[in-house]
T-cell receptor, first 116, second 111 residues
C-alpha cells in the first residue's frame, strides 16, 4: 500500500479482555517495528521484525504481550488480559531495509487503545 | 542501555529561529534521527546524521557532534504549522537495532 496501515484506529475494551492490533506495512518493506506511546509521552520500543523473525523482543512489557508477522507482511500485536495501564496509542512502522543503512522508517497513524 | 535528553517544551515566535538540543548516552552509537509529530498524528521523518556536521533540508537543519554525544535540530523562519513535538532518536551499536526515541520536545510557535 501507499503507507503503513493500522487497524483498528480506535479500540475501547474492558479490563481483562484480549485485543489484537493489526499492521500492514508498506509493500516490500522488510523491517517492521511496534512502539507504544502514552498520552504526552515519548515512543517506547516494543518489538522489531526483520522478515518474519523478531531479533529483538526486549521491549515487550510483560508476557501478556506477543506479536507475530507472516508472509513478511502483516503483523499482529496481541495484548492478553488487558489492564488500564495498557491504554496508549500503539504505533507500527516499517522500513525498506534495516535501520543501519540510514533508511527512514515510516509510521502508521496508530491504534488508540483505551482500557476501561 | 541508552538515554536521550531533550527539553520538554520550547516556545518561539513566528518567523524566528529555534534550536532543539539532544544529548545521548549509548553503549554504541551509529546515527541520530529527528522526527516530527503533530497532535494525534504519526511521527514523520525529518533528518538523519551519521557523521559530524550539519545537514540542511529546507528550513530544517540537523547537527551532530559524535565526540560530544550531542545533536540539535534547527528550525528557521518558523511557521505556525511547525507547532508539534520533535523527537530525537538514536541508532546504536552495530546499527542493526531499532530507533530509540527521546521523550520529545513540544514546540509552540506563537504570533
Amino acid at each position: 500500500g501507499a503507507g503503513v496501515s493500522q487497524s483498528p484506529s480506535n479500540k475501547v475494551t474492558e479490563k481483562g479482555k484480549d485485543v489484537e492490533l493489526r499492521c500492514d506495512p508498506i509493500s516490500g518493506h522488510t523491517a517492521l517495528y511496534w512502539y507504544r506511546q502514552r498520552l504526552g509521552q515519548g515512543l517506547e520500543f516494543l518489538i522489531y521484525f526483520q522478515g518474519n523473525s523478531a531479533p529483538d523482543k526486549s521491549g515487550l512489557p510483560s508476557d501478556r504481550f506477543s506479536a507475530e508477522r507472516t508472509g513478511e507482511s502483516v503483523s499482529t500485536l496481541t495484548i492478553q488480559r488487558t489492564q488500564q495501564e495498557d491504554s496508549a496509542v500503539y504505533l507500527c512502522a516499517s522500513s525498506l531495509l534495516q535501520i543501519y543503512s540510514g533508511n527512514t522508517i515510516y509510521f502508521g497513524e496508530g491504534s488508540w487503545l483505551t482500557v476501561v | 542501555g541508552q538515554s536521550l535528553e531533550q527539553p520538554s517544551e520550547v516556545t518561539a515566535v513566528e518567523g524566528a529561529i529555534v534550536q532543539i538540543n539532544c544529548t545521548y548516552q549509548t553503549s554504541g552509537f551509529y546515527g541520530l534521527s529527528w522526527y516530527q509529530q503533530h497532535d494525534g498524528g504519526a511521527p514523520t521523518f525529518l533528518s538523519y546524521n551519521a557523521l559530524d556536521g550539519l545537514e540542511e533540508t529546507g528550513r530544517f537543519s540537523s547537527f551532530l557532534s559524535r565526540s560530544d554525544s550531542y545533536g540539535y535540530l534547527l528550525l528557521q523562519e518558523l511557521q505556525m504549522k511547525d507547532s508539534a513535538s520533535y523527537f530525537c532518536a538514536v541508532i546504536e551499536g552495530s546499527g542493526n537495532t531499532p530507533l530509540v526515541f527521546g521523550k520529545g520536545t513540544r514546540l509552540s510557535v506563537i504570533a
